[in-house]
């Protein structure tokens, strides 16, 4: 299918072709590993997916399981203890665990809303030189990581009359810091401690040479295509939390395919990338809690159907998510690990026999891998 456009003139122009919810629904699990798991490496999937969100501890492990073979969470948590990932807040203002590459990239291009952010607070912060405060947070975390009460603390020794919530919130957004381990490690626990990226990662990496801003933007580009893509310009928008990103994919037009999807709207995407046959069979996959293929795209649709839409979420507590035929199709919970963990799947409505039975097998899957166990899967209410 294609839509015409006009020029300028009035006259027809040539077609673009539309990409239907099937279309884009396969195109995007094609980009996020998850038609088939891939033969790639844990540090290799992070960088290809530009982060994991990793606002809870265990959901970067459940997303790289859902999405390469034969994944085991010490690889992840080896990365972690190595920093050769971190955790850091970063796109939307959430934290995601990143490469330690895509840590000089990514949060240096976000740093444009966390300065927004801290101009919401200015009025806690009446009297406080932001530079100065800065430098303060930076020497503190530097001479040893501190929990953000410690940082707090510290800053209102320097600022009594300022409030202590806008202190945090500057410190947290003026610096790039880094939750050093063993918080994020699988099968440890640990305070959040913070410490700045060039602490933890190194001095001369984080200083290194770095393309200029627009080639930094561009190449982001790219790469949000190659991993979420096709998609418009407020669909990264959206995943970045950042505005006025049109120009950059202007400059980047004569590079892309651009197609639209059955709105109307205008996505972009790179040449190579794949867009599997709408009819490619797609998996059932479990997902955790804040997965970013959920949380990518001004137009979800793509994954999550307008008639449940919200069904992710019961008040402020967000649900693990079962994707059916690329789509969302139910939440899950896990309970207990070890000898007997119990995978509870609720079903937003009728499956075949057929497709419980694929779901079942999945389930399997999730609970030898993650749980340590063989377990068992019943469909049921997960808050029963």
């Known amino acids: 299918m294609a839509s015409r456009t006009k020029n300028p003139t009035g006259e027809s122009a040539t077609t673009t072709p539309v990409l239907g919810t099937r279309a884009l629904n396969r195109a995007t699990l094609a980009r996020q590993l998850l038609l088939s798991r891939a033969e790639m490496s844990a540090r290799d999937a992070v960088a290809h997916l530009l982060g994991l969100q990793a606002q809870n501890v265990k959901p970067p492990y459940f997303q790289l399981h859902a999405r390469l073979a034969g994944f085991r969470p010490e690889e992840l948590a080896g990365l972690m203890e190595s920093r050769q990932v971190v955790r850091m807040v970063t796109m939307r203002s959430t934290i995601h665990t990143h490469t330690a590459d895509d840590a000089l990239t990514l949060r240096p291009l976000v740093q444009p809303a966390r300065d927004r952010e801290v101009a919401y607070f200015r009025k806690g912060l009446a009297g406080v030189d932001l530079d100065l405060l800065r430098a303060r947070a930076q020497d503190f975390v530097e001479a040893g990581p501190h929990t953000m009460a410690e940082i707090r603390e510290e800053l209102l020794t ?52 770095s393309p200029g801003p627009a080639q930094q933007i561009d190449d982001v580009v790219l790469r949000y295509l190659g991993a979420f893509g096709p998609a418009s310009v407020k669909d990264m928008q959206t995943w970045a939390g950042l505005t006025r990103l049109r120009e950059a994919f202007e400059r980047l037009r004569p590079r892309l395919l651009t197609f639209r999807d059955e709105n109307g709207t205008e996505l972009f995407d790179l040449p190579d990338a794949p867009r599997p046959d709408p009819d490619t069979p797609a998996p059932p996959r479990f997902l955790p809690e804040f997965d970013n293929l959920l949380l990518s795209h001004a137009d979800r649709s793509r994954v999550v159907a307008p008639e449940i839409k919200g069904r992710t979420w019961t008040g402020n507590q967000a649900h693990c998510t079962l994707l059916v035929d690329g789509f969302l199709a139910g939440l899950w919970r896990l309970d207990g690990t070890g000898a007997d963990p119990v995978l509870t799947v609720e079903l937003f409505g009728t499956q075949s026999r057929a497709r419980k039975e694929e779901i079942e097998a999945e389930g399997r899957t999730l609970l030898t891998g993650m749980a340590g166990g063989p377990g068992s899967v019943r469909f049921g209410s997960i808050h029963g």
Do not use: K
């Not at 947290?172 to 490690?185: A, D, F, I």
């Open 158 to 209: 320097h600022w009594p009359a300022a409030d202590p919530q806008s202190l945090s919130v500057a410190a947290r957004c003026l610096l790039p810091l880094v939750q050093v381990t063993p918080r994020g490690v699988w099968g440890r626990s640990g305070q959040v401690r913070l410490t700045t990226a060039e602490q933890w990662i190194g001095e001369s990496q984080w200083i290194g040479e």
